[in-house]
């Protein structure tokens, strides 16, 4: 029993992580710390002094956690640093593999894992070569060290970290694409909780959600969570079914420094699930984007554009911006399931980027109903809002559009509606092209 350690546990930290997030004051470790039972990376070995490798240290408690239901498993403030990099297969680049895994955990049901005022950092600093290509694009059998990957586990609670994955000080062949690996990740997980957490500067993701698996992560609850200076994606959703991300912030992707750059498409939520059924025992929906910002991402700041494997998704009272980087994406934003709604949310977008209406790619049968509703557009160009390319069901209702630009128009075409929006002067009747509407244009207001 010397590892079980019945606490009240009250951490007192005065904590800042990066950017504008904080997390101060005196933070109970959890709503109810006295009642719930725990045990400390500490006996296992972890020592949080940003130099010591953790790595056997963090796999024998993440053993143990998974083994008592219940439970919490606490790391006290400090840095858990993992001096390790995988090498998962044997090549020519690579060498021989290594047998190092990410942190796992699996079966992991029912636990909280709480790091208010502690870091995991990775190894970053190695290279990775190739070991297989195509003759355009390569593999590298090289990777960092996720710290937290879960595995068929149901219930579970993260809360409290910053993640560091250290992609500044990494180096990979020019052909070398993106590795598997996050500052979390999820695989077949259920009616979990992933709050406070900051992840950045990952070789990948920031967050990884329900990925590689044919069975579906399930009602994911993700709150204050900051993603930024990721290499491809802060937040990658692939295959999940109930999901809130709420109060939250994407930045930065693809802006990591160093070397390594970025891997596409950079940006900084990506809903991308592959599979559908059959193949995938359910299909993808029920997800809610509420409070959340996605700023300065290399690619698109948000995007959803598969609707043949992907229901409904909804993003509401958010903010979407990037700034006037020529080496930014032009889809600024792209909300395209089977059923979209949009709702509620500024956009600030510079010339040359736009907010597309449907899907860029040749899906648009797949699409049922897309929604933009109550948001508000404010346009360096006319051209800021881009029409789907080809026709599809998208109301367009009760938005307010405005523009710096005196020139050129705003133009809606092969869509469903364009009804009760106010248009900024000067943005003139004049100003709005139709072209292909199958239902109204009524109730707009022009120059106010």
Known sequence: MKHFILALLVVSIDAQVSGSLKLSG??????????????SVLSYGAVGDGTTDNYVALQAAAAAICA????????????????????DATGPGSGPANGITNIRYDNCDNVTISGYGATVSVLGAFNRPVDETDGVNSLSYTNAVAPFEFRYSTGFRLEGFTLN???????????????????VMTQDCHDYYIV????????????????????????????????????????????????LVSDSRFEDTGYSSGSY????????????????????????????????????NRGQQFINSWPEFQDTVVFQNGSISAPDRSDNE???????????????????????????????????????????SGNTFALSARTGIYPPERTSPVAFTANTVSSVSSSGSVV??????????????????GNVTFTSISGATTGNLYNQ
Do not use: W
């Not at 470790?29 to 045990?39: L, N």
């Not at 008592?68 to 090498?87: A, E, M």
């Not at 044919?214 to 802060?234: E, F, I, K, P």
């Open 261 to 296: 750059g970025y891997s596409p498409p950079g940006a900084g939520v990506d809903v991308e699930p592959f599979r559908k059924p059959p193949e995938e025992n359910a299909l993808s929906t029920g997800l809610v984007f509420d409070g959340v910002t996605c700023r300065n």
């Open 196 to 243: 406070d957490v900051e992840s950045h500067h990952n070789e990948t993701d920031g967050f990884t959600i329900g990925g590689n698996s044919l069975v579906v992560d399930t009602n994911m609850t993700m709150t204050r969570v900051y993603a930024h200076h990721n290499s491809r994606q802060g937040l990658s959703v692939i295959h999940l079914v109930t999901g």
């Open 412 to 429: 809606f075409a092969r869509m469903n509606s364009v009804t009760n929006n106010i248009f900024i002067d000067p943005i003139g009747s």
């Open 330 to 372: 032009a889809a600024l934003f792209i909300n395209a399931s089977k059923n979209a709604t949009t709702t509620g949310t500024l956009f600030t977008v510079r010339s040359g980027n736009a907010v597309s209406l449907s899907t860029i790619m040749v899906m648009e049968s797949f699409i049922t109903s897309i929604t933009f």
């Open 165 to 183: 994955g250290n992609v500044q000080d990494m180096t990979r062949s020019a052909t070398v694409t993106e590795g598997n690996t996050a500052g």
């Open 26 to 39: 005196t933070i109970k470790v959890s709503k109810d710390a006295a009642a719930i039972p725990t045990i």
């Open 68 to 87: 008592l239901p219940g439970y919490r498993l606490l790391f006290p403030p400090g840095d858990y640093f993992i001096n390790r990099k995988r090498i």
